[in-house]
């Protein structure tokens, strides 16, 4: 017990302090609700929760009754698997218009309605399949069994719905990715009237590639 203990209190504190370095970023930058953004604060509140559920277990007393239950399931998940998934969906949204441009290099942009919807229903799901265990594990279910006691039915069946609901948030991101990667590009939502200079993309790839595309980084200010 003093290992699990020792190594919880261990990772408990450079993630708090990742915590508020990431709230501290926001608090201080120019905040737009876009897809990615609601990626970023869906991650961190599904790390937290995972984290919150992380200092229940580092008590000793507490993991002599929740290890090897569906209470740690409920952790690992929360903080390794949503947390890690909805970071990478994050990166993907944002960096959605490097993987695909124009032939005058115009970025092609993914739909924002149909990201909106797949961030929505995945984070929705993920809570309904996944908050339940908690429940289980604090009622005694152990993991790694074929089956379980008729007694915890009710909270496995809400879970099982939850997982649905998180395979049909996956079709919305199969949508963005066919459509807009298949499709022709005149058919694409893509930026026709834009100030290229605004784009970290194209500061990434023309500016200090070239170094011939100013660049403005905020007003009276810039890069040439």
Do not use: C
Request: positive net charge; glycine residues 8%.
């Amino acid at each position: 017990r003093a290992y699990f203990t020792a190594a919880t209190m261990i990772i408990a504190v450079p993630t708090g302090i990742k915590i508020f370095s990431w709230l501290a970023t926001l608090w201080g930058g120019y905040i737009r609700i876009k897809t990615p953004m609601l990626f970023v604060l869906g991650f961190l509140i599904l790390f937290t929760l995972g984290g919150l559920t992380g200092i229940v277990l580092a008590n000793s007393g507490l993991d002599i009754a929740l290890h090897d239950t569906y209470y740690v399931v409920a952790h690992f998940h929360y903080v390794l698997s949503m947390g890690a998934v909805f970071g990478l969906f994050a990166a993907f949204y944002y960096w959605f218009s490097f993987f695909k441009t124009t032939s005058t290099n115009v970025p092609v942009q993914y739909y924002e309605n149909v990201g909106v919807i797949h961030f929505w229903v995945t984070f929705i799901g993920v809570n309904i399949t996944f908050f339940p265990m908690h429940f289980l594990g604090l009622a005694g279910m152990p993991r790694r069994i074929p089956d379980y006691a008729d007694s915890f039915y009710l909270w496995n069946s809400v879970a099982s719905y939850g997982s649905l609901l998180t395979f049909v948030g996956l079709f919305y991101l199969f949508y963005i990715l066919t459509v807009t990667i298949t499709r022709p590009i005149s058919h694409n939502i893509i930026f026709e009237n834009f100030r290229k200079d605004e784009f970290i993309e194209y500061y990434y790839r023309y500016v200090l590639g070239e170094k011939k595309v100013p660049f403005n980084f905020g007003p009276g200010q810039s890069f040439g």
